[in-house]
T-cell receptor, first 116, second 114 residues
Framework: DTGVSQDPRHKITKRGQNVTFRCDPI?????LYWYRQTLGQGPEFLTY????????KSRLLSDRFSAERPKGSFSTLEIQRTEQGDSAMYLC??????????????FGPGTRLTVT | AQTVTQSQPEMSVQEAETVTLSCTYD???????LFWYKQPPSRQMILVIR??????QNATENRFSVNFQKAAKSFSLKISDSQLGDAAMYFC???????????FGKGTHLIIQP
């Protein structure tokens, strides 16, 4: 069990460019979550997947954001036409939901995005 | 909407002493979970302790314990015998039963003085 991994760890892009981040969850975890954390704030929930189905999206997820989990394993988060306000740490987490009421979310190290 | 408030941006404690981090939350739900997460510098967030709202007994994990006051919507974290490795950002988080997204507070930066 290697933990949740994210790639890249850092990304610098110019305003208006598109960026894509990848998250590899803990193997066999069926749920995958994306959060955004800006400086001095706690993480904010963006969206989550149960296997390949995207089940919930926060109103924070504007039309410029799209997330996929095509085969129920890794996930990608794409931001189109980046804005300076998109600069943040993007965190991925995964969990194994097996009918229990409680399940822990395991977080990855995050991708730090800087939009110049 | 649920909100989580951590009123202490920064706390400092001497090594081996005890420190309490505060958290209050606002919800109209009766069933939910509360969590404390630790985020060390440049490292990933890890779960420290959790509390189910239906349980009256306060959760304890080794040196970490909580004081859960459901009526007051308060959920504080007590760290006993503070160690240098406890230095980190601590986030209080809430999750409604049946939902999946966590709602976090802004965090408390804990400094351990040697």
């Amino acid at each position: 069990d290697t933990g949740v991994s994210q790639d890249p760890r850092h990304k610098i892009t110019k305003r208006g460019q598109n960026v894509t981040f990848r998250c590899d969850p803990i193997s066999e975890h069926n749920r995958l979550y994306w959060y955004r954390q800006t400086l001095g704030q706690g993480p904010e929930f963006l969206t989550y997947f149960q296997n390949e189905a995207q089940l919930e999206k926060s109103r924070l997820l504007s039309d410029r954001f799209s997330a996929e989990r095509p085969k129920g394993s890794f996930s990608t988060l794409e931001i189109q036409r980046t804005e300076q306000g998109d600069s943040a740490m993007y965190l991925c987490a995964s969990s194994s939901v097996d009918g229990r009421a409680f399940y822990e979310q395991y977080f990855g190290p995050g991708t730090r995005l800087t939009v110049t | 909407a649920q909100t989580v408030t951590q009123s202490q941006p920064e706390m400092s404690v001497q090594e081996a002493e005890t420190v309490t981090l505060s958290c209050t939350y606002d919800t109209s739900e009766s069933d939910y979970y509360l969590f404390w997460y630790k985020q060390p510098p440049s490292r990933q967030m890890i779960l420290v302790i959790r509390q189910e709202a239906y349980k009256q007994q306060n959760a304890t994990e080794n040196r970490f314990s909580v004081n859960f006051q459901k009526a007051a919507k308060s959920f504080s974290l007590k760290i006993s015998d503070s160690q240098l490795g406890d230095a980190a950002m601590y986030f209080c988080a809430y999750r409604r039963l049946g939902a999946d997204g966590l709602t976090f507070g802004k965090g408390t930066h804990l400094i351990i003085q040697p």
